[in-house]
């Protein structure tokens, strides 16, 4: 069946430290698509980064990185040199072709990011 | 380019009560969505449009939720009648196609039924 699952439920770190938020899946698809969205106080998800399941290349993006890897099926999301605006809901996101569910997400829990001053 | 705009943003009403909620997604976007996050989780689908046509509806609770999307551009998810488990924030996204492409997200409807 698939899930996703955010085992940190909420993390708390100081500006300027590096921190991950970790990720993982179960598909028994074998093309599907993987997401981060980052859900700040004021509640609108907002789209971070889509992956596809034959790309594995490690992206970054300013101060985010994601690693996906396939073998351990996981998407892990780092944020370098973190900062107070960077505090928010991350949630990781699973879209399958399998089945009459194509494109519709399956979200995990979230992980709660305090990032403080 | 303007975003999923949603309304309204804020909902009260008192259990078996009816609430509709409306939806806009981005202009050109053919699939519409519509989620259930309850405080504290991640959003879950309730239902998913391709154009007018319905794609996903197998988590909608059919004996009170009811959702159109007529002419294939704005939608409306009804509630009718309402519990009080059906507190949560009611979230509307759009994406030009389905399968792989990134879902836009509007600020969502928090309904509180009491």
């Known amino acids: 069946a698939q899930k996703v699952t955010q085992a940190q439920t909420e993390i708390s770190v100081v500006e300027k430290e590096d921190v991950t938020l970790d990720c993982v899946y179960e598909?028994?698809?074998?093309?599907?698509?993987l997401f981060w969205y980052k859900q700040p106080p004021s509640g609108e998800l907002v789209f971070l980064i889509r992956?596809?399941?034959?790309?594995?290349q490690n992206e970054i993006s300013g101060r985010y990185s994601w690693n996906f890897q396939k073998s351990t099926s996981s998407f892990n999301f780092t944020i370098t040199a973190s900062q107070v605006v960077d505090s928010a809901v991350y949630f990781c996101?699973?879209?399958?072709?399998?089945?009459?569910?194509?494109?519709?997400?399956?979200f995990g829990k979230g992980t709660k990011l305090s990032v403080k001053p | 380019e303007a975003g999923v705009a949603q309304s309204p943003r804020y909902k009260i009403i008192e259990k078996r009560q009816s609430v509709a909620f409306w939806c806009n997604p981005i202009?050109?976007?053919?699939?519409l969505y519509w989620y259930q996050q309850i405080l504290g989780q991640g959003p879950k689908l309730l239902i998913q449009?391709?154009?007018?046509?319905?794609?996903?509806d197998s988590q909608l609770p059919k004996d009170r939720f009811s959702a159109e999307r007529l002419k294939g551009v704005d939608s409306t998810l009804k509630i009718q009648p309402a519990k009080l488990e059906d507190s949560a924030v009611y979230l509307c996204?759009?994406?030009?196609?389905?399968?792989?492409?990134?879902?836009?997200f509007g600020p969502g409807t928090r309904l509180t039924v009491t």
């Open positions: 992956r596809n399941s034959f790309d594995e």
């Open positions: 598909t028994r698809d074998t093309t599907y698509y």
């Open positions: 449009f391709q154009n007018n046509g319905v794609v996903d």
């Open positions: 202009s050109g976007h053919a699939t």
């Open positions: 996204a759009s994406s030009l196609d389905s399968l792989g492409d990134e879902q836009y």
């Open positions: 996101a699973l879209s399958e072709s399998y089945g009459g569910s194509q494109g519709n997400l399956i």
